[in-house]
């Protein structure tokens, strides 16, 4: 019998993209073993990869078969998958972040993770120099558009907290920030003629992953009084950019959400 000091995880499944842009971004991409179907970022993960889960579910005997010594998930959702791994005796650690500073916390417990503290405290420098550089750019706005931002049509479901705070660090009003704070998807649940009485000057939809029907935002019942649908002002965020917790929402998203937020 023998045993040794590991340091850190070698071989790591990630079922959801965000840890795995993290790992890429760390220089640490070669610990992956698996990863999820819907991740794009970076594009060469697909190619380098298996993959072993959609978002909600996984399959348990991939995953087991890669003998990962950690395996790492994102929020609530992905609950029944996880239980499902730790009952075949693996390690899992599941993250719940819903804020940007929750963000750039996981972005630094995943560096210490894999012995990248000091490549993380770098990234982690650059992302928040970006976002206090557009909120310096928003404090000197003279006119902050109302912004509402949808994740789902049916039902219909406002951006979650990270959303609605980069909206307004892109230089908008976000219509439901009351709601936005919601950690279940329940919880940003909105109606109609919610919308209709905030009256958004501008709309912003990303339909986790299906493409957004303008003509179906269009006509809804009452939506013609709607300022955004008068002046045509309904924009579509891919939803790879600003629907992951990790590195894209705090750059590619932030940038797509000032071009439409700010011309």
């Known amino acids: 019998m023998s045993f040794e000091i590991r340091d850190v995880p070698e071989r790591i499944v990630c079922l959801t993209e965000d840890p795995t842009e993290i790992l890429y971004e760390l220089g640490e991409g070669d610990r992956i073993v698996g990863i999820s179907a819907y991740t794009e970022r970076p594009p060469e993960a697909k190619e380098r990869h298996p993959v072993v889960s959609a978002f909600i579910g996984g399959s348990?005997?991939?995953?087991?078969?890669?003998e990962p010594d950690l395996v790492i998930g994102f929020s609530d959702i992905q609950a029944e998958l996880a239980a499902e791994l730790i009952e075949?005796?693996?390690q899992v650690l599941i993250f719940n972040q819903r804020s940007i500073q929750e963000i750039l916390d996981v972005v630094m417990t995943i560096g210490r993770l894999v012995g990248a503290e000091q490549r993380a405290r770098e990234l982690v420098g650059d992302y928040i120099d970006r976002l206090e550089a557009a909120a310096e750019r928003t404090a000197a706005q003279q006119h902050?558009?109302?912004?509402?931002?949808?994740?789902?049509?049916d039902p219909l479901i406002c951006g979650i907290q990270w959303v609605g705070e980069l909206v307004e660090l892109a230089g908008g009003q976000n219509v439901f920030g009351d709601r936005?704070?919601?950690?279940?998807?329940?919880?940003?649940?909105?109606?109609?003629?919610?919308?209709?009485?905030?009256?958004?000057?501008?709309?912003?939809?990303?339909w986790c992953g299906e493409p957004v029907d303008f003509d179906e935002i269009k006509g809804r019942p009452g939506f013609d009084d709607i300022t955004a649908v008068q002046n045509d002002a309904i924009h579509e965020i891919d939803s790879t950019l600003i629907l992951q917790p990790g590195p894209a929402c705090l750059t590619d998203g932030l940038d797509a959400l000032e071009r439409i937020i700010r011309p």
């Not at 348990?60 to 890669?66: A, E, G, W």
């Not at 936005?180 to 709309?203: C, H, L, M, S, Y």
């Open 60 to 66: 348990v005997d991939k995953i087991r078969d890669l």
């Open 88 to 90: 075949s005796n693996l």
């Open 144 to 153: 902050r558009p109302r912004v509402y931002f949808e994740e789902w049509n």
């Open 180 to 206: 936005t704070g919601g950690k279940k998807a329940e919880d940003r649940f909105v109606d109609a003629d919610e919308i209709i009485d905030r009256d958004p000057e501008i709309i912003t939809a990303s």
